[in-house]
């Protein structure tokens, strides 16, 4: 008799006869009883399923999806489970350096001291374009964690318009650059430093000042010129013919430096993402599970393979 069945007889009276295995309620009580213990086999079972430990095949894939953590071609549910066991407490550390590594090696592979490397704020090239009239101001943000020395063109944009001394001005720092010189459209000034190229030729002599530098906070910044600055705007006709004002559009070019903040780089070696099956997509998951709230990271693939690590 089952346990289950063995607990519902101590409750029955006597005179039932459930004792006696011939009889009709012993009958009843033990296919009750049986009943009872498979549902509470399947109960457990489930539970088990929910247990990294315990979990087998299947049910151990579903948790590893829950984290983002492949199961290996060949990989057994034990080395499948001590990788998941591992992946799981550096989860619980997330957004610090090591959590992060740790996650990278867990998905790849690797020894627990393998060495992979993070770059922090890593350099990126950035260009930003404005279309403006002498006299316009705006506001440049440069993303930047430290000062950044820019390079600035200056080309006309409206057809037939020439200008003349354009001067490009920081407003917050008070620091500006001009060229002494005329230029029509088609024609492109290159600033950078106390140096300055026009359609590809030195013309540093014509400049006074040099670029100005560009902070890592936002600043508002002007650009002038003679001609645009000067024209007048009319509202009335004379007689025959009538004059109308001139807007003379120009395009300003900034190219700076920036080291990005709340910006990381994971460096790893192309020729191990390759043995180890991980597709550079499922990494940059991986990281992005790992990495804090509000912070970019990205996956650099090293080649050749990185020196060294962290």
């Known amino acids: ?4 069945a063995e607990r519902i007889s101590e409750r029955l009276p006597h005179f039932y006869m459930h ?18 213990d498979e549902a509470e086999k399947d109960f457990v079972s ?9 979990a087998p095949g299947e ?9 983002s953590i492949q199961r290996k071609a060949t990989e057994t549910d034990d080395d499948y489970r ?4 591992t992946a799981v407490l550096s989860f619980k550390g997330g957004g610090t350096r090591n959590a992060i590594l740790m996650m990278v090696r867990i998905a790849m592979g690797l020894p627990p001291d393998y060495p992979v490397a993070i770059e922090e704020n890593p350099a990126v090239r950035l260009k930003k374009t404005w279309k403006l009239m002498a006299g316009t101001e705006w506001t440049v943000n440069p993303r930047n964690i430290r000062d950044a020395e820019p390079e600035i063109t200056i080309a006309v944009e409206t057809e037939g318009a020439r200008i003349s001394d354009p001067v ?14 005329e230029l029509s459209r088609g024609d492109v000034l290159r600033l950078a430093g106390a140096k300055a190229t026009l359609n590809g030729k030195d013309v540093s002599s014509k400049i006074e000042g040099s670029v ?16 645009g600055a000067n024209l007048g705007a009319f509202d009335s ?74």
């Open 59 to 67: 049910d151990l894939d579903r948790i590893g999806r829950l984290y």
């Open 82 to 85: 001590g990788r998941l066991k």
């Open 1 to 4: 008799m089952s346990i289950k």
């Open 168 to 181: 490009i001005r920081n407003l917050d720092t008070g620091e500006s650059i001009m060229y002494r010189g």
């Open 237 to 310: 006709a004379m007689f025959d013919r009538s004059v109308f004002s001139v807007s003379i559009t120009s395009a300003i070019t900034m190219e700076w430096t920036a080291n990005q903040p709340a910006t990381f780089d994971v460096i790893v070696e192309k020729s191990l993402l390759d043995k180890s099956g991980v597709s550079e997509a499922y990494l940059q998951e991986i990281v992005n599970m790992a990495k804090g709230c509000g912070v970019k990271a990205g996956i650099r693939l090293a080649e050749p393979a990185t020196k060294g690590g962290i």
């Open 212 to 227: 100005p530098v560009l902070p890592r906070k936002k600043t508002k910044w002007q650009y002038t010129e003679s001609v």
């Open 46 to 54: 489930i539970m088990q399923a929910h247990w990294v430990d315990t």
């Open 19 to 36: 004792w006696d295995r011939r009889a009709t309620i012993s009958s009843i009580v033990g296919a009750v009883g049986k009943n009872m």
